[in-house]
């Protein structure tokens, strides 16, 4: 069974950066899509960032183009979220999914089977 846990999330000072990591277990992780998604404080969760199988194929939100990445280490079982130049704006609990096993990437959530528990990136101006 597919289980993600992600980790790295805090506090964070606007202008500054955080790198959020997923570890995957429980199926077959070169053969996944990854995505990070997150949900701001009473509002929809809402896309990020999101990464083919082999590494290729990243998209991107709006909000966070040019300042947020999206990598994967498949030798890890990991993808991580490397978040600069933050803003308060980038408040939210930050959420990895899996598409498992799919090598599409999608910027849609109900393409992704497997969620992680999420957490919390605050940042403070």
């Known amino acids: 069974q597919v289980r993600l846990v992600e980790s790295g999330g805090g506090l964070a000072q606007a202008g500054g950066s955080r790198r959020l990591s997923c570890t995957f277990s429980?199926?077959?992780?070169?053969?996944?899509?990854m995505a990070w998604f997150r949900r701001s404080s009473g509002l929809e969760r809402k896309f990020v960032a999101t990464i083919g199988a082999n590494g290729g194929g990243t998209e991107y939100g709006n909000s966070v183009w040019g300042r947020f990445t999206i990598s994967r280490d498949n030798a890890k079982n990991t993808v991580y979220l490397q978040m600069n130049s933050l803003t308060p704006e980038d408040t939210a609990v930050y959420y990895c999914a899996a598409r498992s096993p799919d090598l599409r990437t999608s910027v849609y959530e109900w393409n992704y089977n497997h969620w992680g528990q999420g957490t919390q990136v605050t940042v403070s101006s």
């Open positions: 429980g199926g077959a992780f070169s053969r996944t899509s």
